[in-house]
């Protein structure tokens, strides 16, 4: 299925993955729109996409916000929800609760109720993409916040691939990517981080957004695809 012509919503479209999904998609042809809680960070993304998508600030944690973003886009073929928030790090002991209900409250009821309100607008034999991560997925040390968040999500999206059938819902769970979440860091200890990682990996090298984007853009067109839960981490989960 040629997703040319499909009208797509990017939750979280104004940078990183979602923005390299965004930029992928106008290419083909797609009618899409971003979102983004930053207007002038939405702006520049939108200039970035030579205004070949449509930028509409919006809250994904807030229901009005939503329902006038629905409002808005009046019917859709495809949603991708790529949107993050706060992330629970650190060693479970000393985790403050706080940070984690926050990091729930943000990211996995954002993406609850980012669902239920494109519902009604939602193509029936269209599809879902939810955006998590290798957290999830592998036993990581200092991980367990981002791990309940995460693995929350896939297994709401894998019960919504039967519960809103013929609706297609997947999950991408990206590992090591080069995103702007990670630009906090000093630069030297970003680089060594990531070459360390790199050398870990089959591949040889850690994630760009663009092979994110990719694997969502086959799940959209792939209409034999629901219930999917597709690792993109390099080779990060094979067994040694």
Do not use: C
Not at 29 to 44: H, M, P
Not at 55 to 60: E, I, K, L, Q, R
């Amino acid at each position: 299925m040629s997703v040319s012509h499909q009208r797509i919503l990017i939750i979280g479209g104004s940078s990183g993955m979602g923005f390299a999904t965004a930029k992928r998609l106008v290419e083909t042809g797609a009618e899409v729109f971003i979102t983004g809680r930053d207007e002038a960070k939405l702006e520049t993304a939108v200039a970035a996409l030579d205004r070949k998508a449509v930028g509409v600030a919006a809250d994904f944690t807030d229901p009005s916000s939503l329902q006038a973003l629905m409002g808005r886009i009046g019917r859709l073929d495809h949603l991708v929800l790529a949107a993050a928030g706060p992330a629970a790090w650190g060693p479970f002991a000393q985790l403050p609760v706080d940070a984690v209900r926050n990091a729930l409250n943000t990211k996995l009821l954002g993406y609850w109720q980012s669902l239920q309100a494109a519902l009604p607008i939602l193509r029936k034999d269209g599809s879902v993409i939810f955006m998590t991560g290798a957290a999830s997925r592998v036993a990581m040390v200092g991980t367990a916040g981002l791990a309940a968040v995460n693995g929350g999500i896939t297994q709401m999206a894998q019960t919504l691939a039967k519960e809103l059938a013929p609706l297609r819902v997947n999950v991408v769970s990206p590992g090591l990517v080069d995103t702007p979440a990670y630009d906090g860091l000093p630069a030297e200890a970003k680089s060594g981080m990531f070459a360390g990682a790199a050398k870990g990996l089959p591949v040889g090298r850690t994630g760009l957004p663009d092979d994110i984007a990719q694997a969502v853009e086959m799940l959209i067109s792939n209409s034999f695809a629901t219930g999917v839960l597709l690792d993109i981490d390099g080779g990060a989960r094979m067994p040694l």
